[in-house]
């Protein structure tokens, strides 16, 4: 029974786009590994792409890009339109390890910064609408962004300097239902909660917010995380524990076998997103809208041009996109 309720995802529409901010207050968290699970259930109901926003250097993401002839975000010009078929052809394509239904053929992208150690560093936008933009030229219907920012903090930042803040820029995205994980320990717990508290204080929608718990190590739960999770069973729209998986300790999410528990969290983590999603906007998901340009904070020229990625503004399959001010530029 379990396993016929987890395979029940269903088809995205076409025109829809939803988008999910893997989040946590803390390093730590397991936002790689639910980004992951997530990226490889949501290929089972419509084409989905994982966005790492991370810098080269401090992400796990470019050494699944070892072997496929991709250009990553290094490959998407600053100064010139993007097409959908430039895009996407710069992403890797990952196949599902048995997340959702019938994914035996089903793939996800992985866009990331996949150049050499040495190469010069990208300066990725940090305004999530850049990020959308980008997506929406993709024309991907689910979008799995790997964040880096820890939300507390930079919620507690915008407030006091009075700016939006990432994480709120995150929640107002078109269809947003964010993932906020911690990891399965009192410390983790304890983090979550206090994020959790300024959230609320920030007036930011808990009820389309799911809590990914994922554990560190075999057994059952401490007594101070599953307090924890009940607590916020009632604040949240789900909370899912992930187990751990030697597997993904070992080999990255790049493992050719994950525990079928790891495989039942991805796709019970799909499931929650996915009703969090109808639960707020109904079923079917409407349209996305159109995004409008993101015109950034003007920055000093660069020492020297290379090349990068670039945020667009326009959904079209394959139509030449409008021109805007560069998103992502070599620092």
């Known amino acids: 029974m379990r396993k016929q309720a987890d395979a029940a995802v269903p088809e995205l529409p076409v025109g829809a786009r939803l988008v999910v901010p893997v989040m946590a207050a803390t390093g730590g968290s397991g936002r790689t590994t639910v980004a992951g699970l997530l990226g490889a259930g949501l290929a089972s109901s419509g084409s989905t792409v994982v966005l790492d926003l991370a810098p080269r250097l401090s992400s796990p993401w470019p050494a699944l890009l070892a072997g496929q002839k991709a250009g990553g975000l290094a490959s998407l010009p600053p100064d010139r339109p993007l097409t959908r078929s430039a895009v996407q052809q710069a992403c890797v394509v990952q196949r599902a390890h048995g997340v959702g239904a019938d994914v035996g053929g089903a793939a996800w992208h992985l866009l990331s910064d996949g150049q050499d150690w040495h190469a010069q560093p990208l300066t990725l936008p940090e305004n999530p609408a850049a990020w959308y933009q980008l997506a929406a030229v993709g024309g991907w219907q689910a979008v799995v962004a790997d964040t880096t920012h820890p939300l507390a903090h930079d919620l507690l930042t915008a407030r006091c300097t009075g700016r939006s803040g990432r994480t709120r820029g995150w929640y107002d995205l078109p269809f947003a239902v964010p993932v906020l994980c911690a990891a399965a320990t009192a410390q983790g717990v304890r983090s979550l909660q206090q994020a959790v508290m300024v959230l609320h204080a920030e007036g930011l929608p808990l009820g389309r917010t799911v809590v990914a718990l994922v554990a560190t190590g075999d057994g059952r739960p ?92 326009t959904a079209g399959s394959g139509a030449r996109a409008a021109p805007v001010a560069p998103a992502v530029t070599a620092s």
Do not use: E, F, I
């Not at 101070?224 to 999410?253: C, I």
């Not at 796709?267 to 995004?291: F, I, M, N």
């Open 222 to 313: 401490p007594a101070a995380v599953r307090a924890g999770a009940a607590m916020l069973t009632s604040r949240a729209a789900a909370v899912v524990q992930v187990p751990h998986d030697p597997h993904v300790r070992a080999h990255s999410l790049a493992a050719a076998r994950l525990r079928s528990r790891t495989l039942q969290a991805g796709a019970r983590l799909t499931g929650a997103v996915l009703a969090a999603a109808h639960a707020a906007w109904g079923r079917p998901l409407p349209d996305a809208p159109r995004p409008a340009p993101v015109v950034p904070a003007p920055r000093p020229a660069p020492v020297a041009a290379a090349p990068a990625a670039a945020s667009v503004a």
